[in-house]
């Protein structure tokens, strides 16, 4: 195909002058990666899916109606996209509940285990919390690179090209971004286990 070798951006310009193809090589050049990141979040072939029907029918209406504004960064907004379609749909799915009752089923150990599971919750998104204030404090290099490569599923190749360095530059600021944060949780005292 005539645009498989053009930059994301160029597609993206292509797409919104009208060009339907272009916006099928974004599809294209990108599903694994999104399709992966949702898979690995919901852990149910057909709900990821359809997440990720819906996360590309929200860009083409986001780019149709003129909304699309991140500068050439086309993975990293679809795939902020795809972050927010997963946690849409927990917390939807947690406030219609299903449960599954067998012939051996017993309501008492499904509120002992919506218990636990809230409180294991709470644990892990407090750990979650912590360590993103503390990455906060971590050199902007640095930070960047983590934040890149953990957050956006970027390779070390992508950071690189994304922040004009080589990729032994990102690898190196990768770890000393680890360095400084387990520093950083050790005199934070951060428990980073139930």
């Given at each position: 195909m005539m645009y498989e070798k053009?930059?994301?951006?160029?597609?993206?310009?292509?797409?919104?002058?009208?060009?339907?193809?272009?916006?099928?090589v974004l599809l294209r050049r990108h599903?694994?990666?999104?399709?992966?990141?949702?898979?690995?979040?919901?852990?149910?072939?057909?709900?990821?899916?359809?997440?990720?029907q819906d996360v590309f029918v929200k860009a083409?209406?986001?780019m149709k109606k003129g909304s699309y504004n991140e500068e050439g960064k086309?993975?990293?907004?679809?795939?902020?996209?795809?972050?927010?379609q997963v946690i849409d749909t927990f917390r939807k799915n947690k406030r219609y509940p299903t449960v599954d009752g067998g012939p051996d089923f017993d309501i008492f150990n499904v509120?002992?285990?919506?218990?636990?599971?809230?409180?294991?919750?709470?644990v892990i998104g407090q750990i979650h919390s912590d360590v993103k204030k503390l990455i906060e404090f971590l050199p902007k290099e640095?930070?960047?690179v983590l934040i890149m490569r953990h957050y956006n599923d970027m390779s070390f190749k992508e950071i690189a090209e994304d922040?004009?360095?080589?990729?032994?530059?990102?690898?190196g600021r990768m770890r000393y971004a680890l360095i400084n944060l387990r520093r950083l949780?050790?005199?934070h005292n951060v428990v980073l286990t139930q």
């Open positions: 053009e930059d994301d951006q160029v597609l993206v310009g292509q797409y919104l002058a009208g060009n339907e193809a272009a916006f099928e599903k694994s990666r999104v399709y992966g990141y949702i898979r690995m979040m919901v852990k149910d072939g057909q709900l990821a899916e359809d997440i990720f083409v209406l986001t086309f993975l990293p907004w679809i795939m902020r996209i795809a972050h927010n509120i002992k285990d919506e218990d636990r599971i809230i409180d294991e919750e709470m640095q930070r960047d922040t004009n360095v080589s990729i032994n530059t990102a690898l949780i050790e005199e």
